[in-house]
């Protein structure tokens, strides 16, 4: 007896199962097409439109609404910056000597739901206009509350090629 509602226990945890993955399998026929390279790039391009904006206004909480809540800078010979306050003291600490930042992207690709990897280079230039430096770039941007917005961004001082 008691083998007998054992398997019948399972067999109807099994039909269950079978069930929710079946629904499962047919949600996903409704969901939309995944993101194509070339949709990831206007996604992150319109964003580093934001950024360089909100750089040349000295807007330091503005740059950090970019990111996400849990997001972490990695600037080089630097200890990680993590979450809003920490990001906007980072980059409040660059107004001054960096009038301006230009950021191009190299690739942007999708990869998952909700998550774009982005290679890019950027130039930093002083109030005159000059370059100041630069380097390259990897950034993960992550879709929270319907904005992509930065989850890691890590760079290296160096050349821009």
Known sequence: MKTFAMRATGGLAG????TALASCAAAETDAPAAMTADEARAAVEAQNERFEAFFAADDAEGLASLYTETGRLVPPDAPDMV?????????????????????????ALPVGEGYIT?????????????????GKAVLLWALEDGEWKMHWDAWNNGPVE
Do not use: N, Q, S
């Open 15 to 18: 039909l269950a199962a079978a």
């Open 83 to 107: 979450g809003a306050e920490a990001i906007a003291a980072y980059w409040t600490g660059a107004f001054g000597v960096i009038e301006t930042v230009d950021l191009v992207t190299d690739e």
């Open 118 to 134: 982005e290679r890019a280079h950027v130039t930093l230039y002083d109030a005159d206009g000059e370059a100041l430096g630069g």
